[in-house]
């Protein structure tokens, strides 16, 4: 019987995958407006923003699709819009970037991860003249702590995320702080290292404010996401798990990586 189930997951993925070999129309990708360096972001010229669309996952869906000649389509529309239309199986069928929580798993499909980030704080140092400490990620309930809206913080299971004071953006979270409307918050610090080599927001040397490594997080996983509602949501995550898997194990994976994140 496990052999007749396993055969018959096996024809449906190579039906859903010969489906998507053959449909060459335009796929339709979003991901976050407020970009997501140094994974999705606008690329600069002289400093200023350009229309051209850059990053590893840029990237790493560019190599997927262009191996298997099937066009596609990148833009950065408000996050909220983005997912929202993937949901509802509309405009975009796929996201380059989304970490995991039980909500999101029910309205999306998830690809295996392809690259993690790692959670730091950052603070005011008018607020923590001293420096901050921290014992463990529960610690932050203790303070006044800001995000960005519509993002999950799926790492953050100690944090009651309902009292978080969230911001439009990155540049707005970090003049909220500043003016003392919040104490500190945790973020990505790939992400942060990303605005501030792309000019865009500089917190990693901002004398104004200090960091550490968030105590008791895990590294956070981050997946593509692909449409329940699309027919082509189901195939293109088959399709973009098999390719990561044989860039994972050639190391082109890693090497791409490597462009954009600097150990």
């Not at 669309?53 to 000649?69: C, D, F, M, Q, W």
């Not at 610690?139 to 995320?161: C, E, M, P, T």
Request: net charge positive; glycine share 6%; proline share 6%.
């Amino acid at each position: 019987m496990r052999r007749l189930l396993a055969a018959f997951v096996c024809v449906l993925s190579l039906s859903s995958h010969a489906a998507m070999q053959q449909d060459r129309s335009l796929v339709r990708i979003c991901d976050d407006g407020d970009e997501w360096p140094p994974f999705t972001y606008y690329r600069r010229v002289d400093g200023k923003p350009t229309q051209e669309i850059a990053g590893y996952s840029v990237e790493v869906i560019s190599a997927i699709l262009n191996k298997h000649g099937i066009p596609f389509q990148i833009n950065l529309p408000p996050w909220k819009r983005c997912l929202g239309s993937i949901e509802a199986g509309e405009s975009y069928v796929m996201a380059l970037s989304a970490s995991k929580n039980p909500d999101r798993e029910r309205r999306f499909l998830f690809s295996q991860p392809y690259y993690q980030t790692h959670y730091y704080v950052f603070y005011a140092k008018s607020r923590f003249p001293q420096g901050l400490r921290l014992d463990s990620q529960a610690d932050l309930n203790r303070y006044r702590l800001g995000g960005i809206k519509g993002y999950a913080y799926s790492n953050l299971a100690a944090v009651d995320k309902d009292k978080m004071t969230r911001a439009a953006s990155y540049p707005e979270l970090v003049k909220m702080m500043k003016a003392g409307r919040l104490d500190l918050f945790a973020e990505d610090v790939e992400v942060m290292a990303g605005l501030a080599s792309i000019g865009a927001l500089d917190v990693i040397d901002d004398p104004a404010v200090g960091r550490l490594p968030l105590p008791g997080a895990n590294a956070n996983p981050f997946h593509m996401i692909f449409s329940r509602k699309n027919p082509r949501g189901e195939a293109l995550r088959q399709l973009v798990d098999a390719e990561l898997e044989t860039m994972r194990r050639s190391g082109q994976l890693a090497r791409l990586l490597a462009k954009y994140v600097k150990r």
